[in-house]
Every structure is written in C-alpha cells, then in structure tokens.
C-alpha cells in the first residue's frame, strides 16, 4: 500500500478519533442536558442514555486504534501474520458491544414508558434509529468475521508459500 495512502488514512484516524473525544466530552453532555431543560421528565433518563452513548463511541475509538495497529502491520508487510487476527478479533468485539447497547436502547424505547412532548413522533424517530443502528452493527461485524476468515485463508496461503520457498 503506498505511504501516502496509509498517511491519509492515519489523519483520518485521528480526525475521527478526536472528534469521537469532543463528542463524549462536549456534545453528548451538553445535549443530553439542553433536552432535560427543555422537557424535564427526560431527567431520570438522561445519566443511563448519556453513559451508553460514550461508551458506544468508546467502541468506534477502540476499533479505530485497532485499525490504525492493521494499518501499522501493512506497512512493515506483516499483516498475514497471526498478530493481525487479534485486531481484527478486537474490532469485532467493539462492533458487537456497539451493537449490544443499541440493542438495549432499541428494547427500552419499545418497552419503556417515556414521555414525550407533543405527538411522540421524537421517540418513535430514536426507536427507528436505534433499530437501524443494531441492523448497521450487526451487519458491519458480520462483515468483518468474513473479512477475518479471508485473512486466515490468506495467511496461511502465505506460510504455505513461505514453506515451498
């Protein structure tokens, strides 16, 4: 892979990664607060909902340092290696847990009796987002399990090779 495409992705990496850090520190906590100002039966729920979105991007930041290690291992020609598979193994783990705790909000914004100014249609929006999110993770870490087998076939196609050499 060329230098300067692995430089890009690493700023992107970055990028994304401060960006998660600004969101858990500023966005998540000011927002959740703003919605207890503006509709406080929201108040008891804010604390659970706040935590389980900074763990969820705690997840994306988790599978980003990941990356950045496979990323680190295709620059020295060392990905189809099995040191690979444990990061790959931890991306899936993150994509899972992300995936878990949108399937808890999804079960408690179906089951829970939240109140909701006007006509609901704020909580029927998050049920349906929610909903998308577990379809989107599910299908991501489905994704990488595949993509995780095809690198147990290449690696050991490699040490086959590296054998006959």
């Known amino acids: 892979m060329h230098q300067a495409f692995i430089t890009a992705l690493r700023v992107g990496i970055v990028a994304a990664f401060l960006f998660g850090l600004f969101g858990q520190i500023v966005v998540i906590p000011t927002t959740a607060a703003d919605e207890v100002d503006r509709f406080p039966p929201y108040a008891p729920f804010a604390a659970p909902y706040v935590t ?24 020295r020609d060392a990905i189809f290696t099995p040191r690979a598979f444990r990061w790959v193994d931890i991306i899936i783990g993150a994509s899972v847990v992300a995936t878990l705790l949108a399937l808890g909000v999804t079960g408690h914004l179906a089951l829970a009796d939240i109140p909701s100014p006007g006509d609901g249609m704020d909580l029927i929006s998050a049920l349906f987002a929610a909903a998308a ?5 599910a299908s991501f870490a489905m994704l990488v399990v595949v993509m995780r087998s095809l ?11 590296a054998e006959v050499v």
């Open 52 to 75: 389980v979105a900074i763990v969820g991007v705690v997840c994306v930041q988790v599978a980003l340092v990941a990356v950045w290690m496979l990323l680190t291992m295709v620059q």
């Open 133 to 137: 999110s577990v379809g989107v993770g």
């Open 151 to 161: 690198l147990r076939k290449a690696t050991d196609l490699q040490t086959e090779m």
